[in-house]
């Protein structure tokens, strides 16, 4: 996170959701969109969003964690233009946290995978440029 903090350029910030997951989104009633829902509301860098992108999706990450949270985040920052490095270091803290609090809920098995997946991306940082151009990387 220190690489996080000396990163942070407040020119940049955004309004951010906070929370901007699968289950915070409904579908429009023409069905060609989707709009976001329950908003936290922070201003902050887009990464942090993207972030919470990251933890989604733990059971497509449980054969190859690192290779596929790389995919992810690669595929997050085509969509952006996001620096990829500042979406990965967001999607770790993003999937720890979470993963605690399906460990307190009840939801173990989500849990531990999730925890697993982190464990498994530990291992990798930093793994983008900071040019931010993750095909150089892969």
Request: net charge negative; with cysteine; charged share 25%.
């Amino acid at each position: 996170m220190q690489s996080r903090e000396e990163a942070l350029n407040p020119s940049e910030f955004v309004l951010l959701h906070g929370d901007a997951h699968g289950g915070n989104t409904l579908r429009t009633l023409s069905g060609d969109d989707y709009k976001f829902i329950d908003p936290d509301g922070i201003y902050y860098e887009k990464a942090y969003d993207l972030g919470v992108l990251m933890r989604e999706w733990v059971d497509e990450y449980t054969q190859q964690p690192l290779e596929k949270g790389k995919q992810r985040c690669e595929y997050l920052h085509a969509l952006t233009g996001v620096p990829a490095q500042a979406i990965w270091e967001w999607g770790y803290p993003q999937t720890v946290s979470t993963a605690f609090v399906f460990l307190k809920i009840g939801q173990e098995n989500t849990g531990r995978k999730m925890l697993h997946v982190t464990e498994c991306w530990s291992t990798a940082a930093p793994c983008f440029s900071q040019e931010t151009e993750p095909s150089e990387t892969s």
